[in-house]
Structure formats: C-alpha cells, structure tokens
C-alpha cells in the first residue's frame, strides 16, 4: 500500500481531474496530489501505461464539447485543474496553437461551470507578450506584476489572454472560483542541467527569451496548484509563479537594460531578483519558491520548458 504524505497546503479536495496530465507540468501535478491524498483522474489524449495509487486516466480530446462535458460530469469532482495546451508557437502552426487552447480551455471551464466547480489552471508568462515578440518589447515597470499590461504578438500567448478572459466570464457566470496561476519559464530535475555559464558571456540572447532570466521549478509549480486549491478568494485571481532571483546569474537590472537598451523608470528591483513578482501569490496563496536553480541539489535540472 501506498504511504500518502500530508498536504503541505490545507484544502478539502478529494477528487480532482487534471488535464494535461502526462505533461512535464501535469505529470508532476498529478503525483502531487495523489500522493497527497487527493483521487486524480487525469485527462491527456493517451492513457498511459500502468498502474498509479490514486490516480486514474482517461483519453479525452478536449477541444471536442461532448467527450469533455461528459467526463468532467461524470466524474464530478470537487475542482479542475487544468494543464492541457499546445505551448511552444516555434514549432507548431499559430493556428493550431490558438485553436487548441482557446477551444479546449472554453469547453473545460464551460463543463466545471456548469457543475459547480472550481477550477485552478495555468497561464502562462507569456501572456505579458515578451516571450516571442518579434518587436522590441520592455517592461512598464519592473518588478512585473499581475496587473502589468498583457500585450502578445504570438499565438500561444494571445490563446491565454482569450483563455484568461474565459476564466473571468466563468468565475462571474457561474460563481466559482478561478485561480490562474502563471508559471515562469520551468525547469525539471529530471536531466542534465542545462544553462549558461556566468563566465561574462553576451547573453542578451538568452535574456530576450521574454522574461530576462524568471524561472520556477516544477515542483513549486505543483505546490502552487496545491495551495490554490485551498485558497480563499472568491471569483478570478491571477497569481504569478516564479522564483525568487533569475537563473542567468546577472544582476537583472543588467539583463533590462541589455535587451531592451535601458529599465524603466519604476524599476524596484535587487540584485538577481526575479523581473516576475510573486509577492502576490505569498500574499494570497501563502506560497514562497522553495527550489532554487542555484541549490546544489538543483545541478541535474534540465530546462527550459516554456510557459
């Protein structure tokens, strides 16, 4: 028999479904819960193979209405955790992208809506417009937060600005509570570690990756959604997850100003503080970073996987 650990975060789930949940996100969301306790029916297009305490799967595409009302009824659970997109725009048709995570994500939230349940999901850093804009793009102010304006050229981060729009008109209709949690760019501990070196070399290439550096670990991702199933807000709350200080291993305020050739002028930043508040989730959630890219025992983290 399986020993369960105790919730690190309070929440009275029994029984959630989790979309996405052979994803490198999902997957670790699943095993969190369930070790925790909680019954998981995870939802991805496979079933996978095997057998796991707690949890069981179901293949299910949810850009179609009727497989994924009917699941998400017939499982009635006491919250949704929704983790199921296309998330890299580089390589798979914009159409396709945004297609995909606006349909499903509206077919998943109409479903818990219409059962009463409140649903936890991922954004996504992306949704700020940085990630992959193809014009120059800097901060209003720095450190960014949830209210920052949301300005994306791409497909993949306009679908969670339309899927973030979604999770408000759900919240409102049917009187649930929605948590959208936006993750930084996540690392794993699952292979090699993978950055670049703090040898003084240019890395505005690397910076220009959207987000200067912000990062969060899968794990804390996991304890985020943890915690947002116990929070206490009703409606829609937006909650950055990240990591206190950048993995690039620069002063930020450096990185800033590399990409987009000077900070702004409401620039409170610290050192290598990440240029992604999370003062917000601390505040709402009572959720801080607990894994650093820095940590020794963070050496075999691979990376990075954008959200």
Sequence with gaps: MTELSTPEFDHDVSTAVVTGALGDVGSWVVDRLADGGVHVVGIDRERPEGVRANAEFRAVDLTEQAATWETIREVDPDAVVHLAA??????NPATRVFENNVTSTYNVFQAAGRTGTDVVWSSSQAAYGALFAETDWAPDYLPIDEDHDRRPEDSYGLSKVCSEEIARTTARRYDVTVTTVRPATVFTPDNARARPAEDGTDLTDEAS??????????????RMVEAALGADHDGHEAVCC????????????ELV??????????????GKQSALSNAKAAELLGWT???????????DASGPNWL
């Design 257 to 270: 100003e590399a990409v987009c050739g000077e900070r702004p002028d409401d620039a409170s930043l610290e």
């Design 86 to 91: 296309i998330s890299d725009p580089l390589v």
């Design 209 to 222: 990756g959207g987000n200067f550096g912000s990062y969060v670990d899968v794990r804390d991702v996991a």
């Design 289 to 299: 970073p607990e894994y650093s890219w820095h940590d020794e025992d963070a050496a």
């Design 242 to 253: 990240v990591g206190d200080e950048n993995y690039l291993g620069r002063p930020t305020r």
